[in-house]
């Protein structure tokens, strides 16, 4: 019969404290892996298997979070309503929010993975903000200029070019907000001792839909003039 391979645990002036076996790391890596899956759709991890875990818990799992973000919808709502002059004037805006919702969101998302993950590896710490700050937000301009070119066009041929400047601008400035706002929120959850992917995909989502809409629409009212 083999014995288990077991790691020594030392503190910082190399004692050894204790001892990790592999399975413990094995469970370890399982625990962080289900947890991380979890709350990046806005969930809590199950502490039991799935089929013996009582309605209940998973009920109480996912309502948190749920409550969380339609809190936070309501904001997207009060946007909508402040700007529903300028959605009655010009109703072709109104095609075009699940566009910007969407690439925000995943714009977010994307930088919030990337960040969450290099903060893991140690490839960057809280002292990194800045610099992660300024190498998103470089980022999300490029992908917005890449975007809003190609939007800028497309809208314009099937549209008019009121709303492809609107759409064009709109892309560029959703972007950059995004991706410097979805690198920088895993850091500061860092700092705050919040594990970083509780303060990823759902908060930013919330955050960025809200401000999207609020950029989009004042694009609107700058270029339509009303």
């Not at 072709?92 to 925000?104: A, E, H, K, Q, R």
């Not at 800028?152 to 560029?172: D, K, N, P, Q, R």
Request: with cysteine.
């Amino acid at each position: 019969m083999s014995q288990e391979l077991l790691t020594p645990v030392v503190d910082s002036e190399r004692r050894v404290v204790g001892v990790f076996s592999h399975s413990d790391a094995v469970s370890v890596l399982t625990n962080s892996d289900e947890q991380r899956a979890a709350r990046s759709s806005g969930a809590e991890p199950l502490r039991r298997p799935y089929l013996s875990t009582t309605i209940g818990s998973l009920v109480r799992s996912r309502i948190v979070w749920l409550l969380v973000l339609a809190v936070g919808a309501t904001l997207t709502v009060q946007v909508l309503s402040n700007f529903e002059e300028t959605l009655e004037s010009m109703v072709t805006l109104s095609l075009f929010i699940p566009l910007m919702v969407g690439i925000g969101g995943n714009t977010g998302n994307q930088a919030a993975t990337t960040v969450t993950r290099a903060l893991a590896m140690g490839d960057v710490r809280v002292g990194d903000l800045g610099r992660v700050l300024l190498r998103e937000l470089g980022v999300g301009l490029m992908l917005g200029l890449s975007l809003g070119t190609i939007g800028f066009g497309v809208a314009g041929f099937i549209f008019e070019w009121s709303i492809a400047m609107i759409i064009g601008i709109t892309l560029v400035a959703l972007c950059t907000i995004a991706a410097g706002v979805g690198g920088a929120m895993p850091i500061i959850g860092k700092w705050l001792k919040v594990d970083p992917a509780v303060f990823s995909n759902p908060f930013i989502s919330t955050f960025v839909d809200a401000a999207g809409l609020i950029v989009y629409f004042s694009v609107a009212v700058a270029v339509l003039g009303h």
